[in-house]
Nanobody
Framework: QVRLVESGGGSVQAGGSLRLSCVAS????????MAWFRQAPGKRREGVAL?????????YSNSVKGRFTLSQAIAKNTVMYLQMNSLKPEDTATYYC????????????????WGQGTQVTVSS
């Protein structure tokens, strides 16, 4: 079993920055792909960024490319970060950390483990 815990959400004005963190604990050897998804009210959950922990480069959705940066640190636990710069009101959503075995895909239904989510609110 893998446990994912997000932190770092909050409220910020447009153009500001936030950094989200996701700490993965438990049997993390079972997971090779970690990702950030987000869901705004009334909208479907969408993928934001993915990374394969065995050396892959981060992949970003077009809506955040150039503004968001995914990074990771692996020690006792695996920690994944999402640095969000130049935030826009349309980035307002609940952000979720997710993990799965095998290769990364954008299909959220293929992810086995999810965090509880952290709220990001961007005001204009």
């Amino acid at each position: 079993q893998v446990r994912l815990v997000e932190s770092g959400g909050g409220s910020v004005q447009a153009g500001g920055s936030l950094r989200l963190s996701c700490v993965a604990s438990g049997y993390t050897l079972s997971t090779n792909c970690m990702a950030w998804f987000r869901q705004a009210p009334g909208k479907r959950r969408e993928g934001v960024a993915l990374i394969e922990l065995d050396g892959g480069m981060p992949i970003y959705s077009n809506s955040v490319k150039g503004r968001f940066t995914l990074s990771q640190a692996i020690a006792k636990n695996t920690v994944m970060y999402l640095q969000m710069n130049s935030l826009k009101p349309e980035d307002t959503a609940t952000y979720y950390c997710a993990a799965k075995a095998g290769v990364c895909v954008w299909n959220d239904a293929r992810f086995d483990y999810w965090g509880q989510g952290t709220q990001v609110t961007v005001s204009s």
